[in-house]
């Protein structure tokens, strides 16, 4: 049997401990690199405000160290919440007819039902992935409405099942948490919200101990890529452009002028977010061009 790290009950969260990444936090589980567990999340609507499940201490974590997380699986419940939050959104300002608003959203055999204001149902096929999650800064908390190099609320879509996360440590026991699974998302995520679930997300935390990265990195199948946060949102393509040419230089023998000239011509970027206190980019390259 997978180990299951639950959720706290709802009335006992507290903003203060719940929602926020910090060293202040005491570790609610440990587990040893290489093992499997099952973390329950509460969704990102959730009475405190994005509560993550956490932190889970992994032994022998230090700084400089690199938590490595191979998301296995995500278990949806059949609804979801999206929303139009009064003073958050990409366009609060841009135009004037939002009003808040609430929608259930039903999640059956693999679909998202979105039914709009006039009646009519719109099929999305759903692609989970957690929205928040992320490790302890070295020394201050930080609000888990933030991302930054800890991870934290990137909206990263390919932080999803099959694909691996790879996070810098800063504190002993690196201090992992998540929460804020998204049934599935638009890129931009542009009015604040996506489709919002509580979940049971299956992970296996490893850890890397000689190796260190600046930033948050994703592998597929496919591609890798390197998630960057800051305001404008062209600093924080220019950080995940920065960490990729870093990790194609560090891992995969390029030199550096070259790696810059090539993403120029082959890289792939994204929008993960344009809503939280840091807007996030994800830069991809297709593995194809990392062969001997
Ligand atoms: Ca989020």
């Known amino acids: 049997m997978v180990r299951r790290i639950e959720r706290k009950p709802v009335e006992k969260l507290d903003r203060l401990v719940d929602s926020v990444l910090g060293p202040h936090v005491p570790p609610i589980a440990s587990v040893k690199p290489g093992e499997v567990v099952e973390v329950e999340t509460w969704d990102a609507l959730t009475r405190v405000t994005n509560p993550v499940t956490g932190p ?50 039903e999640i059956r055999d693999g679909m998202i039902h979105y039914v709009t204001e006039d ?29 930054g190099t800890h991870g934290g609320n990137m909206d990263c879509p390919d932080i999803r099942p099959g694909n691996t996360l790879m996070l810098p440590v800063f504190r002993p026991g690196a201090l992992f948490a998540l929460g804020d699974v998204h049934a599935v998302q638009g890129d931009g995520e542009v009015c604040g919200v996506a489709v919002e679930i509580p979940a049971v997300v299956t992970l296996r935390l490893g850890l890397e101990k000689d190796r260190t990265i600046g930033w948050p990195r994703v592998e597929s199948d496919d591609e890798i890529m390197t998630v960057g946060s800051a305001r404008p949102l062209e600093d924080a393509a220019r950080q995940a452009f920065r960490e990729m040419v870093d990790w194609m230089a560090s891992d995969y023998g390029w030199e550096r002028e070259d790696a810059y000239m090539f993403l120029s011509l082959a890289a792939r970027a994204r929008i993960a977010q344009i809503v939280d206190p840091l807007y996030t980019v994800v830069v991809k390259l297709d593995r194809r061009y990392l062969e001997d």
């Open 119 to 147: 009646g009519r149902t719109l099929e999305i096929e759903a692609d989970p992935f957690i929205g928040t999650i992320g490790v302890s800064p070295y020394f201050e908390a930080i609000t888990t409405l933030s991302p």
């Open 56 to 105: 889970i201490e992994i032994e022998g974590a230090e700084r400089g160290d690199t938590l490595v997380v191979e998301i296995m699986d995500i278990e949806m419940p059949d609804k979801g919440v999206t929303a139009i939050v009064s003073g958050f959104g990409a366009l609060e300002g841009w135009l004037n007819l939002f009003e808040p608003r609430r929608k259930e959203c």
